[in-house]
């Protein structure tokens, strides 16, 4: 399976079979994409788990320092770290049987990428999810 990024058909039954996003490299701070993407997210009724080890809380909701912690079965693992840590990510993705990996525009790793579709993810690369939820959904 490659990289789902342009496969409309595939991209919207992702978005519409999604309950809970794990957000990696969820920031704090208001002006950050990570923080946006991730309140339009929960306006459109997604449950989401923000993931910095960083932080405790993100405006009273914790905040976790894995995808392991994570107190739900993860549906999608949205990621805004630098692509030199997919690999860690992508294992971590496996290991809590999360359905899909999305990285945001310009975090790219094609071995990570293998890496995710040989064990069963969907993966969507360099793609933003407010802008295909945007396109797709609304």
């Known amino acids: ?7 409309d058909i595939a991209l919207r039954q992702i978005l519409t079979e999604a ?55 993860i549906d999608i693992v949205n990621v805004f770290r630098r692509s030199e840590y997919l690999p860690e990510i992508v294992e ?10 999305w990285t945001q525009l310009d975090i790219v790793d094609q071995t990570a990428a293998q890496r995710a579709i040989d064990a069963g993810l969907n993966v969507i690369m360099d793609a933003c999810i407010k802008l295909e939820y945007l396109r797709l959904i609304r």
């Open 92 to 101: 971590a993705a496996i290991a809590i049987r999360a359905k899909t990996l």
């Open 1 to 7: 399976m490659p990289n789902l990024k342009g496969d």
């Open 19 to 73: 309950k809970q996003i794990a957000v990696v490299g969820h920031s704090a701070k208001p002006m950050r994409p990570s923080y946006q993407i991730a309140q339009f997210l929960r306006r459109q009724g997604y449950q989401v788990y923000p993931v910095n080890p960083g932080l405790k809380a993100i405006e009273g909701r914790p905040c976790y320092p894995s995808l392991q912690a994570a107190p739900q079965p």
